[in-house]
């Protein structure tokens, strides 16, 4: 971790906003996670690393980290919002179980030229995607 941190002081000084340490320590928790996760999740990983950091704190920082670029907001097909940080992660997609709820990333080479074609066969100039696809995973079928 290094670059996130200038990353997102710079952001925040755009934003005329600081660099508080709850702010840091909600940033570690984000880059030290290597999987999905909620906001209620990351209230009790803080928590689990000695932080009593407010849920509405944690919100508005993950709204902050979005808006920065360095995490990204998914709907999985729960009620909840799901969050990863991209920052030194490769572009992938998500397969998610409409059953149990897995999700799957993946990476595909012959999708991402796919979508390169359609946008420009309609001369559309792409700035990022989300491929999401919904079903059961091999466990549900």
Not at 113 to 127: G, H
């Amino acid at each position: 971790m290094g670059n996130e941190y200038e990353m997102f002081k710079q952001f925040l000084l755009k934003q005329n906003l600081k660099f508080t340490p709850q702010r840091k320590s909600i940033l570690d928790a984000v880059f030290a996670t290597h999987h999905h996760f909620d906001a209620d999740q990351m209230v009790l990983i803080l928590k689990e690393r000695g932080n009593e950091i407010s849920r509405a704190s944690v919100y508005r920082t993950l709204d902050l980290l979005i808006k920065s670029g360095l995490v990204n907001a998914l709907e999985l097909g729960n009620s909840k919002k799901t969050y990863e940080h991209v920052v030194g992660h490769k572009h992938h997609d998500h397969l998610i179980c409409v059953e149990c709820g897995r999700t799957i990333e993946f990476d595909d080479s012959f999708i991402e030229m796919l979508q390169e074609k359609v946008c420009d066969r309609l001369k559309f100039l792409a700035e990022h995607h989300s491929l999401r696809i919904f079903g059961k995973c091999e466990r549900c079928r």
